[in-house]
């Protein structure tokens, strides 16, 4: 594949620069001849195999990982009546195997509730069963008929982490719901990605919860990214699936259920929050390639630059550090764009002068040069990866921070969705919400804001004058 | 989920057997209701996690992962021919999303040559873009209209590695064939299962191949499973797909290509080959559990005996031995039958006896029972999970070795068949071949074999009595 050269779409064209920056740094390819199906770019694919590697982390420490089919018969799909009516839209439907019409149609999956809760009611007999913590990382489907774009809104999800947990309790599923939102949020800490944690309203929560509680962050447009969720679910499914068990008493109950998931939003956030100008910019912990070395070859003296480059690698290597040396045959600038585009944190430059003053040229992705002596070259390096996160996280919470407003009046709410969210003291009566909705062409995110970057506020609602609680409104992908 | 106790089938009533350590050891679940749809327990998907972690690492040094999607159109799908005519039976087939019939119908990839190519196509420029070297492990389907069975035969395989290679000659993608077969060796010799490499008679290579080379196993009902496929494509699909390059004088060739898979079919080798009578017995490279330490607790020393157990775990786990202490209120026999049924291959005991002694008792899945100073630990563990490897590889070999029979005559053919394969000088005449097949019951495996466990034989055919050339023959799962 050639690379094209050239610059990008400045990022405040930020559409322009998504979709262009996923083909350039080979994340994506948009052109399978399918709409809302795309393909995982070799890079793009180690990038996400160092995301989810991450979130699997965080997910064994509390769940065992499992995996269910994805076809699902038509008579499981559509016991629970809320869930159908959340996604009968949306379901791809397969009836044909072969040249024979099946006798029963199957769903690929838009989520799995229905495929693994009847399970569930197999697997839960008695108490000592509970709590039962599960999670799989699968490709699910939705027949999406609004305007799909890559890592967002896709027709194939193809890196959806779901968990799904049974227990005795109603209190005991609340927990696992905040044990799972603050899993959410290490995760994205670890991703540089600051986000807002707040509990959507009624109308938008997962079709058969009790209540759902979204992670979302705000993307450079100002538009906000739902890239989590954590759902109770109450007994609404252990009641429909058949999910019961046999308490200390010998009473029979039905479980309360939690569900929580991320999808590939995850990285479509971490690329447009941290990528610029010149293309990707990466935190060391999920970057495929963590150093790049180039050799500056210049005269006669290229055997020795290239041993010196060597022995860099070996050592980086050795190290545990992610490291490539790029030895093609084209000069210096093209790689440093390839690499750039890319995301590589650091780009170590060695040349006759460097290896004379027994120093390598270092060049962070977020601007900054230095040298580094030889000697010191691995803690060196790992100070420098430690300051590129820093940076990283820095530029991206002020980013975010700048983009909340605190509204106390309706004029304010519009003004601070054109460029972001606002944070307003909705007294939770629909017909308000309406009408801030409608002035605004934001919706209303969620209530109950659990966030570093927003300050709780009481006050009364702009629409009635009501007693209202802390809400977040803005407008969404 | 409660526990199971009491004998498994024996071993040589081989297909009860395997669906019953399937449950018990806690595998797959064959209870969702779709035929040929199974689910993985967390059990399972752990020993599945390390299987293909191997592979992976295998596939790493010459490939780059990848990922592309599920659905295929059907104006892709109908392209190639031969392709067709081998899959059309078999494709399950998206028609509605949602309540809306779809304009093109998707075909659910059966395998991804017709989801690739398209873009290989577009990928593939020039001479520098080659060799093109490609993998995923992905889910694939096929309506299977025969009897279907978890990890063998199965309507959603889970876990597909197919690799995809694309070469400017014929000769260099012949190279690819060559290297696939070694790496497909490498990674069952890790799994401890012997096999057999042949090249598939015409009538049986995959449709759109030049030709196929399988590698097979023999299970020990005597079939023969084939457990990886390394196919030449010639420049088939690249003809159909326009995959095309310039070459350095500037002239357009077609590329030639290869692909090769491997299914969790390995897993059901793996499984097979290896366990016995009391479960599943795992060589230590893909056991999730390689060591389960469990207490002995009489009379008044719990504390002392609790607080080694714990000592040996932590120096286990330090030592990167994935170790498990089992601290489970129930008695130690319940325990013992637990972890052999899942394949553990060390049990390590420590009782007030041991301690005073110094030692820690240790009891291998393969039958060995020793001691182990306190203070060799590690070191003694380390060789005993060596041994366990060593002992499982042989006994296998061994398994295997006396299932293959040179045969010289049509009876003998007929006789070795029933037990396992024969080894037979056949000609090459597909009418020959029909009359072997008729007799046994069996079917051509392969020619050209190339095994440890298979003399490669001359002769003259048993049928017409022409030269022959080293041919194998059994029944097939």
Same mark, same amino acid.
């Given at each position: 594949?050639?690379?094209?050269?050239?610059?990008?779409?400045?990022?405040?064209?930020?559409?322009?620069?998504?979709?262009?920056?996923?083909?350039?740094?080979?994340?994506?390819?948009?052109?399978?001849?399918?709409?809302?199906?795309?393909?995982?770019?070799?890079?793009?694919?180690?990038?996400?195999?160092?995301?989810?590697?991450?979130?699997?982390?965080?997910?064994?420490?509390?769940?065992?990982?499992?995996?269910?089919?994805?076809?699902?018969?038509?008579?499981?799909?559509?016991?629970?009546?809320?869930?159908?009516?959340?996604?009968?839209?949306?379901?791809?439907?397969?009836?044909?195997?072969?040249?024979?019409?099946?006798?029963?149609?199957?769903?690929?999956?838009?989520?799995?509730?229905?495929?693994?809760?009847?399970?569930?009611?197999?697997?839960?007999?008695?108490?000592?069963?509970?709590?039962?913590?599960?999670?799989?990382?699968?490709?699910?489907?939705?027949?999406?008929?609004?305007?799909?774009?890559?890592?967002?809104?896709?027709?194939?999800?193809?890196?959806?982490?779901?968990?799904?947990?049974?227990?005795?309790?109603?209190?005991?599923?609340?927990?696992?719901?905040?044990?799972?939102?603050?899993?959410?949020?290490?995760?994205?800490?670890?991703?540089?990605?600051?986000?807002?944690?707040?509990?959507?309203?009624?109308?938008?929560?997962?079709?058969?919860?009790?209540?759902?509680?979204?992670?979302?962050?705000?993307?450079?447009?100002?538009?906000?990214?739902?890239?989590?969720?954590?759902?109770?679910?109450?007994?609404?499914?252990?009641?429909?699936?058949?999910?019961?068990?046999?308490?200390?008493? $010998? /009473? &029979?109950?039905?479980?309360? +259920?939690?569900?929580?998931? !991320?999808?590939? @939003?995850?990285?479509?956030?971490?690329? =447009?929050?941290?990528?610029?100008?010149?293309?990707?910019?990466?935190?060391?912990?999920?970057?495929?390639?963590?150093?790049?070395?180039?050799?500056?070859?210049?005269?006669?003296?290229?055997?020795?630059?290239?041993?010196?480059?060597?022995?860099?690698?070996?050592?980086?290597?050795?190290?545990?550090?992610?490291?490539?040396?790029?030895?093609?045959?084209?000069?210096?600038?093209?790689?440093?764009?390839?690499?750039?585009?890319?995301?590589?944190?650091?780009?170590?430059?060695?040349?006759?002068?460097?290896?004379?003053?027994?120093?390598?040229?270092?060049?962070?992705?977020?601007?900054?040069?230095?040298?580094?002596?030889?000697?010191?070259?691995?803690? $060196? /390096? &790992?100070?420098?990866?430690? +300051?590129?996160?820093?940076? !990283?996280?820095? @530029?991206?919470?002020?980013?975010?921070? =700048?983009?909340?407003?605190?509204?106390?009046?309706?004029?304010?709410?519009?003004?601070?969705?054109?460029?972001?969210?606002?944070?307003?003291?909705?007294?939770?009566?629909?017909?308000?919400?309406?009408?801030?909705?409608?002035?605004?062409?934001?919706?209303?995110?969620?209530?109950?804001?659990?966030?570093?970057?927003?300050?709780?506020?009481?006050?009364?609602?702009?629409?009635?004058?009501?007693?209202?609680?802390?809400?977040?409104?803005?407008?969404?992908?």
């Amino acid at each position: 594949m050639e690379e094209e050269t050239g610059a990008l779409p400045a990022k405040n064209d930020f559409s322009s620069w998504f979709n262009e920056v996923l083909w350039r740094a080979e994340v994506m390819d948009v052109r399978y001849p399918v709409k809302g199906l795309y393909v995982w770019f070799p890079h793009g694919f180690a990038i996400r195999k160092h995301v989810y590697e991450r979130l699997r982390e965080i997910m064994d420490r509390d769940h065992q990982e499992t995996l269910f089919p994805l076809l699902i018969p038509e008579h499981e799909f559509m016991k629970e009546a809320e869930h159908i009516k959340g996604f009968e839209e949306e379901v791809y439907w397969v009836t044909h195997g072969g040249k024979n019409q099946l006798d029963v149609p199957l769903a690929l999956r838009p989520t799995s509730e229905t495929a693994i809760y009847p399970m569930y009611a197999l697997w839960v007999r008695s108490h000592a069963d509970l709590p039962l913590k599960m999670y799989q990382v699968v490709n699910t489907f939705r027949y999406e008929t609004k305007h799909t774009r890559p890592l967002i809104r896709l027709r194939e999800i193809t890196s959806f982490k779901e968990a799904h947990t049974v227990h005795a309790t109603w209190e005991e599923a609340e927990s696992q719901v905040r044990a799972a939102i603050e899993w959410y949020i290490e995760f994205y800490t670890g991703l540089c990605v600051p986000v807002i944690v707040s509990r959507r309203p009624d109308w938008d929560k997962f079709p058969g919860a009790d209540y759902t509680v979204a992670v979302d962050t705000i993307m450079p447009d100002g538009r906000a990214l739902q890239i989590g969720t954590v759902h109770h679910l109450g007994d609404h499914f252990s009641q429909t699936f058949g999910i019961t068990y046999e308490d200390d008493k $010998g /009473v &029979q109950r039905y479980a309360q +259920q939690t569900c929580y998931g !991320i999808s590939e @939003r995850c990285i479509a956030a971490l690329i =447009s929050l941290h990528g610029d100008d010149h293309g990707l910019v990466l935190p060391s912990s999920v970057a495929p390639v963590q150093v790049v070395i180039v050799p500056i070859l210049i005269g006669k003296r290229r055997a020795e630059v290239n041993t010196a480059a060597e022995m860099m690698e070996q050592v980086l290597r050795a190290a545990g550090i992610r490291v490539k040396r790029d030895i093609r045959e084209i000069r210096p600038g093209a790689k440093y764009y390839h690499w750039e585009m890319r995301g590589v944190p650091i780009r170590l430059e060695v040349g006759p002068r460097d290896i004379d003053a027994g120093v390598v040229s270092a060049v962070t992705r977020t601007g900054d040069r230095s040298t580094i002596p030889r000697g010191d070259l691995v803690p $060196g /390096v &790992q100070a420098l990866l430690g +300051q590129v996160t820093a940076s !990283i996280k820095k @530029r991206a919470t002020d980013e975010i921070r =700048s983009r909340i407003t605190v509204a106390g009046n309706v004029d304010d709410v519009v003004l601070a969705v054109q460029t972001g969210i606002a944070v307003v003291p909705w007294c939770g009566e629909r017909r308000c919400a309406e009408l801030l909705e409608e002035k605004s062409g934001g919706s209303i995110l969620g209530m109950y804001v659990r966030s570093e970057l927003v300050e709780g506020i009481d006050g009364v609602c702009p629409v009635c004058g009501q007693k209202g609680c802390c809400t977040l409104i803005g407008r969404t992908f």
